[in-house]
């Protein structure tokens, strides 16, 4: 079992519309969790990081994370074309120096 | 402006050559990091550094060196002995003074071996 799960998709949804991310670890101890998004080509650039049980909004972005269930996700409301993108999340094995483990990445596309 | 450089952009590597690849933070951050990122892949960890002249071995390590003389800078040489190091390669760097640290990246440095 991989430390931590991404769909790889491609995940395909209409502008305008809802795109949820899912993201499974498997190390219980982890405690805090990043989504990163990865345009082709360039170097990931950090959206949202979440450390506690619930939601976390940032504008149009929102984190969820389930640590009894061990999932952490991502909704992007109101998807633009600007936002199709591969979307990494990462889970950090423990304090001090981050020792990040991050999953494949789901590619999203936002359809005009 | 703050931030996190790294030289080259492209970089490219006969077979049996050692290469040296440049990250520098503006950042006063004290942690550094590299990874490398495969097509198709997430990014595994080569080695990490929390503190001047100190670092550690990743989950990657095995034909790669580095070195932390200066806190903003660890630079990450590609030695023969690493097998297959066509790739993506990026720095990141994080503060170590919160509970959580959020690490960030540089552009890269894409590197093809001949």
């Known amino acids: 079992q991989k430390e931590v799960e991404q769909n790889s998709g491609p995940l395909s949804v209409p502008e305008g519309a809802i795109a949820s991310l899912n993201c499974t670890y498997s190390?219980?101890?982890?405690?805090?969790f990043f989504w990163y998004r990865q345009y082709s080509g360039k170097s990931p650039e950090l959206i949202m990081s979440?450390?506690?049980?619930g939601d976390k909004e940032d504008g149009r972005f929102t984190a969820q994370l389930n640590k009894a269930s061990q999932y952490v996700s991502l909704l992007i409301r109101d998807s633009q074309p600007s936002d199709s993108a591969t979307y990494l999340c990462?889970?950090?094995?423990?304090?001090?120096?981050?020792?990040?483990?991050f999953g494949q990445g789901t590619r999203l596309t936002i359809n005009p | 402006d703050g931030g996190i450089t790294q030289s080259p952009k492209y970089l490219f590597r006969k077979e049996g050559q050692n290469v040296t690849l440049s990250c520098e933070q503006n950042?006063?951050?004290?942690?550094m990091y590299w990874y490398r990122q495969d097509p198709g892949q997430g990014l595994r960890l080569i080695y990490y550094?929390?503190?001047?002249?100190?670092?550690q071995k990743g989950d990657i390590a095995e034909g790669y060196s580095v070195s932390r003389e200066k806190k903003e800078s660890f630079p990450l040489t590609v030695t023969s002995a690493q097998k297959n190091p066509t790739a993506f390669y990026l720095c990141?760097?994080?503060?170590?003074?919160?509970?959580?640290?959020?690490?960030?990246f540089g552009p890269g440095t894409r590197l093809t071996v001949l």
């Open positions: 990141a760097s994080s503060g170590l003074r919160q509970v959580y640290n959020e690490q960030f």
């Open positions: 190390d219980r101890v982890s405690q805090s």
């Open positions: 979440i450390y506690s049980n």
């Open positions: 990462a889970v950090n094995r423990g304090q001090g120096a981050q020792k990040l483990v």
């Open positions: 950042l006063n951050h004290d942690a």
């Open positions: 550094s929390q503190i001047v002249n100190d670092f």
